[in-house]
């Protein structure tokens, strides 16, 4: 069946540092893959998403490329801020049938320090 | 606009009670998700509906029951709780499930989340 593989955390970074948070899948055909993020005490939101091969997700200063020869989808962002410091979740959804539901990682948290 | 709002909050049960946690969306969503966010585990999904006047079971079912009241509601009940069940739970809704390459994108709205503890 489908499945995302994310970086352990915690991720701990200083302000202005460069962010990456790794994510993997494991699905059939081709998955719309996601990041969502989960400030503390709130829901999830999404961040970002890509449907193709190849489509980059922006929002915020995040960027994802959706890689399906290395099934990768990981998170960057150039410069991260105090502001920043949430559970990120990349996510993956199948096309059609048992695969249309969103399955997730097990989430990264990320703090950020001034 | 409010969104997907669930209740209550937060809740502590014993083991053996029952409850039902309580969502509705106003932005006319077709489908309906819970799903229990647990350390370590991300999320999973419990039930969903697809759209009104269907409910199928998802990963992790046992111990829940759901009920799609209307196009807005869609309730989760625990009817004899127990410590496995001390989570966190989100409501969410999209505006289809999956009707194959166009909603291959869909995005998930999700609530604030109603922290249930059972001792």
């Known amino acids: 069946g489908n499945s995302v593989t994310q970086m352990e955390g915690p991720v701990t970074l200083s302000e202005e540092a460069f962010l990456t948070i790794n994510c993997t899948y494991t699905a059939t055909g081709y998955p719309s893959l996601f990041w969502y993020v989960q400030y503390p005490g709130e829901g999830l939101q999404l961040l970002l998403k890509a449907t193709k091969a190849d489509d980059k997700g922006s929002n915020k200063g995040f960027e994802a490329t959706y890689r399906k020869e290395t099934t990768s989808f990981h998170l960057e962002k150039g410069s991260v801020q105090v502001s920043d410091s949430a559970v990120y979740f990349c996510a993956l959804r199948g096309r059609g049938g048992s695969q249309g539901n969103l399955i997730f990682g097990k989430g990264t948290k990320l703090s950020v320090k001034p | 606009n409010a969104g997907v709002t669930q209740t209550p909050k937060f809740q502590v049960l014993k083991t053996g009670q029952s409850m039902t946690l309580q969502c509705a969306q106003d932005?006319?969503?077709?489908?309906m998700y819970w799903y229990r966010q647990d350390p370590g585990m991300g999320l999973r999904l419990i039930y969903y509906s697809a759209s009104e006047g269907t409910t199928d079971k998802g990963e992790v079912p046992n111990g829940y029951n759901v009920s799609r009241l209307n196009k807005r509601e869609f309730s989760l009940r625990l009817e004899s709780a127990a410590p496995s069940q001390t989570s966190v739970y989100f409501c969410?809704?999209?505006?289809?499930?999956?009707?194959?390459?166009?909603?291959?994108?869909?995005?998930?709205?999700f609530g604030a989340g109603s922290r249930l503890t059972v001792l």
């Open positions: 932005m006319n969503h077709n489908s």
């Open positions: 969410a809704s999209s505006e289809v499930w999956s009707q194959g390459m166009l909603s291959g994108a869909n995005v998930l709205t």
